[in-house]
């Protein structure tokens, strides 16, 4: 088992869930607007969703990969370009995080849940995701590519889940930071840029 390849995957994961996109600016505002226990239901349900992307990924790439290195290869540099298009997607953006408050009736525990959950579920884009990225980081030659994608994914829940959450409890003082705060959407966009540039590089060199 490879300790290096899990230390970097969540570094990389930290990285990429700490930088303002979609999902944790939708769970801060959620917390904003109804509560802190409003915005970690909201962590909670986007968290499942990502384990639904992760089983998809785990029996099906699984399936598809098995002594199949070529095809591996096919997907790592699938992956590899992915996330530089993500980098470009990113570099072309305006530097703005936009914080709407939300104008709708206050929701509920379980419909926050339910709705985290269906933003992450229905969200091909997370799969895609999920598939650029776990395969440049399986970490064992012992272990099944199914458990290591499994591995994989609890990871990235788990560091995803302690990063919303934290967002969650602390989203009044980060929305006064990054309101306040005129560079911090520019650094926030470069911090991006530079993680799916630095995944990208490492998926192409990586001899997995």
Known sequence: MN??????????????????????????????????????????????????????????????LKENETLFLVVKLFGAGYLLYLAFKVYASEAKIKLADSSTAKKSVWGLFK?????????????????????GFLFSDAMGRVAQFYVLGFLF???????????????????????K???AAVFFKWMQIFVFLAIAVYLLLSDK
């Not at 930290?14 to 505002?29: E, K, Q, R």
């Open 3 to 64: 300790y290096d390849i899990l230390t970097a995957f969540v570094l990389a994961t930290g990285a990429l869930a700490i930088t303002p996109g979609p999902d944790n600016i939708f769970v801060m505002v959620q917390s904003i607007v109804h509560g802190k226990k409003y915005g970690l239901a909201t962590v909670a349900g986007l968290m499942s969703g990502c384990l639904v992307h992760t089983t998809l990924l785990a029996l099906g790439a699984s399936a598809i």
């Open 115 to 135: 709705t985290g959950f269906l933003m992450n579920v229905l969200n091909p884009k997370v799969t895609l995701f999920f598939l650029a990225l776990f395969p």
């Open 157 to 179: 829940i788990a560091v995803s889940f302690l990063i919303f959450g934290s967002i969650a409890l602390m989203a009044g003082q980060l929305k006064g930071f990054i309101t």
């Open 181 to 183: 705060n005129q560079h």
